[in-house]
């Protein structure tokens, strides 16, 4: 931008004179005006400044109000309308004032990109209104306005606190927590846990009033939990074990994703986002969605990354482009924020990407024609720790984004075990079976403590332990077969070589294999000491 910027000077002054590369001048007629709507002037000379009229506009000049206005005018049913409108005005306004002050997102957020992913989530849940309209008339108009509050409140909830997060220092989303069942207790959310674990069942409707407080029409994710069955076919890196967290996520990706709005999941290393969203799109009818996976890195230019989404892509009439047949493309943008970021920060893939969100098309790099682009949708995956940290506020704006956490201690003995037991069972010796809890807790403590006794360096770079080296042990314990591991002694003896290949490999000192060593003997001992 800022070498444009002396072509941009000749423009703004009075001659309105633009001279190209090859010296050819175009002059702009008297009728020409030129605006520019930018984010900053960061990069903007002062010879360009002087050059125009600034008007800074505030983000709370217009602020989310027009939005929802206009949203909720374009609901079908009166009486939908006026149950929202007086909602939005109950809760969204207390919500961001309390957000502004005592919390922050895991990447920026602005206060209108919350508000639209809330009626996102409201459309998903409502859809045209139809049904609701059934139940304000089977139900009542009282339970009517209680089942709808709630739904607004699950929205809510998610919209504006799904994207807080907890880290060493602070744990926002158990602020947010604190705060919502201070601050609104019109619909309960029953006390154990935190506001996020739970989901409205309209099973609990109509409510009752239990010593003059309304019942709870909440219910929580984890009863909703799909068991895991093992596959022994299946490749390691598809096995998926569903969780609370995996639920609750999965859901929202099946309010948002039939009316093809974006959704971005953001958390460290680990945590199984790409997880989460693979599981999503083995998932999807064959038959009427194919998707395509991306992954980013500091090399990825805009032109790679449009020969990749063009390849799925195919010519419908004149300048439209879609996918094969009359499916729907997902593309899955992985690692989004890892590309280079050039001389004044921006990033080319993100740029394109823009270009497709805000305009639905970018220009072929053949023949510079404009091509439509219909019948693509979005969900990528950012790690706020890698890359630029963050991407261009402009395409964040267009997600609906929600924090990925790390899982608890509860959620790795659920996944793990399954997995290990699930594998135990296809013909091990009981001994062997009764094991498997103890191999799984022993790994994750194990894990555990090396996460918080190495840490990376300028020279140990790569001393970076997170959940994947849990499931590296996991995986390499899941190639035993019944035919060499005989006794509960050998399996132990996998399980420390494992170990010793995930990583006492990665140790560059005597010193650190010695420390490692240490805290293998002392897990071994704490739960395999009776084995000789």
């Excluded at 892509?313 to 493309?329: I, N, Q, S, V």
């Excluded at 013909?427 to 022993?442: L, Y």
């Excluded at 399996?491 to 070589?497: E, G």
């Amino acid at each position: 931008m800022a070498d444009g910027n002396r072509g941009t000077e000749q423009v703004m002054d009075d001659n309105k004179t633009l001279t190209l590369a090859s010296n050819e001048r175009i002059p702009l007629t008297p009728p020409m005006r030129l605006l520019l709507e930018i984010e900053n002037m960061r990069e903007a000379s002062p010879a360009t400044v002087s050059r125009g009229g600034v008007i800074f506009m505030n983000d709370t000049d217009v602020g989310w109000a027009p939005f929802v206005a206009s949203w909720i005018a374009n609901r079908e049913y009166e009486t939908e309308r006026g149950m929202l409108q007086k909602l939005f005005e109950a809760y969204v306004g207390k919500t961001f004032e309390w957000m502004r002050k005592n919390s922050v997102t895991i990447v920026p957020l602005p206060d209108i990109n919350k508000v639209q992913h809330l009626c996102y989530i409201l459309e998903g849940i409502l859809g045209n209104g139809d049904n609701f309209a059934g139940q304000c008339k089977t139900m009542g108009g009282e339970s009517a306005q209680q089942l709808i509050e709630s739904y607004f409140v699950y929205g809510c909830v998610w919209a504006i606190g799904g994207g807080t997060f907890s880290d060493k220092q602070n744990d926002y989303r158990k602020a947010f927590d604190r705060f919502w069942r201070d601050e609104f207790k019109t619909i309960r959310f029953p006390e154990e846990g935190t506001i996020f674990e739970y989901a409205v069942s309209e099973d609990e409707f109509p409510l009752k009033i239990e010593n003059e407080v309304l019942s709870s029409p909440f219910t929580p994710w984890g009863s909703r939990v799909v068991d895991y069955a093992h596959d022994q076919t299946m490749i390691y890196g598809n096995i998926y074990v569903a969780t609370m967290e995996t639920q609750r996520l999965t859901h929202l990706l099946d309010l948002l994703m039939p009316n093809k709005h974006a959704c971005m999941f953001v958390g460290g290393a680990g945590t199984g986002k790409t997880t989460i969203v693979f599981d999503k799109l083995r998932s999807l009818d064959v038959d009427v969605y194919s998707n395509l996976n991306i992954n980013l890195n500091c090399f990825t230019d805009s032109l790679l990354l449009q020969g990749a989404m063009e390849s799925v892509l195919e010519k419908k009439t004149g300048r439209t482009f879609g996918p094969f047949g009359t499916k729907k493309m997902v593309y899955f943008i992985d690692d989004i924020n890892m590309p280079q970021v050039d001389k004044y920060g921006t990033q080319q893939p993100i740029a394109l990407l823009r270009q497709l969100f805000d305009y639905a098309g970018w220009y072929s790099r053949d023949k510079l024609t404009w091509r439509d682009i219909q019948n693509v949708q979005f969900v990528s995956c950012l790690n706020p720790t890698a890359g630029s940290f963050y991407i261009d506020p402009r395409l964040q704006r267009a997600y609906c984004t929600y924090a990925v956490q790390m899982p608890g201690a509860e959620a790795l003995n659920l996944i793990f075990s399954s997995i290990m037991n699930g594998h135990a069972n296809t013909g091990f010796a009981p001994d062997i079976v009764k094991r498997s809890d103890d191999i799984v807790k022993a790994t994750i403590e194990l894990s555990t403590a090396v996460a918080s006794t190495f840490f990376p360096s300028a020279i140990k770079f790569h001393y970076i332990f997170n959940l994947r080296d849990v499931g590296n042990i996991m995986e390499g314990m899941l190639r035993s077969t019944v035919k060499n591991i005989t006794t509960p002694l050998v399996m132990v003896r996998l399980w420390l070589h494992e170990c010793q290949r995930v990583f006492m490999d990665r140790m560059i000192s005597e010193e650190d294999v010695a420390k490692l060593g240490d805290m293998m003997d002392v897990t071994t001992k704490k739960y395999f000491d009776n084995l000789g």
